[in-house]
T-cell receptor, first 114, second 116 residues
Framework: AQSVTQLDSHVSVSEGTPVLLRCNYS??????LFWYVQHPNKGLQLLLK??????LVKGINGFEAEFKKSETSFHLTKPSAHMSDAAEYFC????????????FGAGTTVTVRA | ETGVTQSPTHLIKTRGQQVTLRCSSQ?????VSWYQQALGQGPQFIFQ???????GRGNFPPRFSGLQFPNYSSELNVNALELDDSALYLC???????????????FGPGTRLTVL
């Protein structure tokens, strides 16, 4: 079975400071891991994806995530937050054993202070 | 290349009614998945269709049903609507058997269903 736990329901940062969103996963197989972002009243946009090619994954808009198998973690970071980063972020896991079904975490709400 | 589109954008129904939501997949994608996102929660997997056949189902009752057509577009039907069915319904397309064999799912903007 696959599942995801997002460790923070809400993160508040000042503009220009780093952002860290924490995610732990559980999977029976070698998983694919994703981060999606959802702006208010919008659909989901893919930020980045891990598929075992490299443990440090770079995504769009300056985001990156590091896969750590020993810690079963896939934390998302950005060195400098921008006002436009205010949104809901979802950590997602998918594996072959679940037929590529996506399992979402509960989400982390990011607010950015001016 | 067009992205995933969904219709309608918003819908209001009353309890007990039936509703049909529509999704057009991204060009070349043969797999469509549907998700329900209740307010303040992460999306929950409803089911997936691959080449017109159901290919996996989440923990949703049989009154949630779907179809996929030869052009890979899809419908989600919900019968006997309940108040708890109020949610954002998201459609996602992918091509896990294609040249790139990617399981990445690309989402549409969603349909906001309100049940009164």
């Amino acid at each position: 079975a696959q599942s995801v736990t997002q460790l923070d329901s809400h993160v508040s940062v000042s503009e220009g400071t780093p952002v860290l969103l924490r995610c732990n996963y559980s999977s029976s197989y070698s998983p694919s891991l994703f981060w999606y972002v959802q702006h208010p009243n919008k659909g989901l946009q893919l930020l980045l994806k891990y598929t075992s090619a490299a443990t440090l994954v770079k995504g769009i808009n300056g985001f990156e995530a590091e896969f750590k198998k020993s810690e079963t973690s896939f934390h998302l970071t950005k060195p400098s937050a921008h006002m436009s980063d205010a949104a809901e972020y979802f950590c997602v896991v998918s594996d072959l054993g679940e037929g590529y079904k996506l399992s979402f975490g509960a989400g982390t709400t990011v607010t950015v202070r001016a | 290349e067009t992205g995933v589109t969904q219709s309608p954008t918003h819908l209001i129904k009353t309890r007990g009614q039936q509703v049909t939501l529509r999704c057009s997949s991204q060009s070349g994608h043969n797999t469509v998945s549907w998700y329900q996102q209740a307010l303040g929660q992460g999306p929950q997997f409803i089911f997936q269709y691959y080449r017109e056949e159901e290919n996996g189902r989440g923990n949703f009752p049989p009154r949630f049903s779907g179809l996929q057509f030869p052009n890979y577009s899809s419908e989600l039907n919900v019968n006997a609507l309940e108040l708890d069915d109020s949610a954002l319904y998201l459609c996602a397309s992918s091509d896990p058997t294609g040249v790139l064999s990617t399981d990445t799912q690309y989402f549409g903007p969603g349909t906001r269903l309100t049940v009164l």
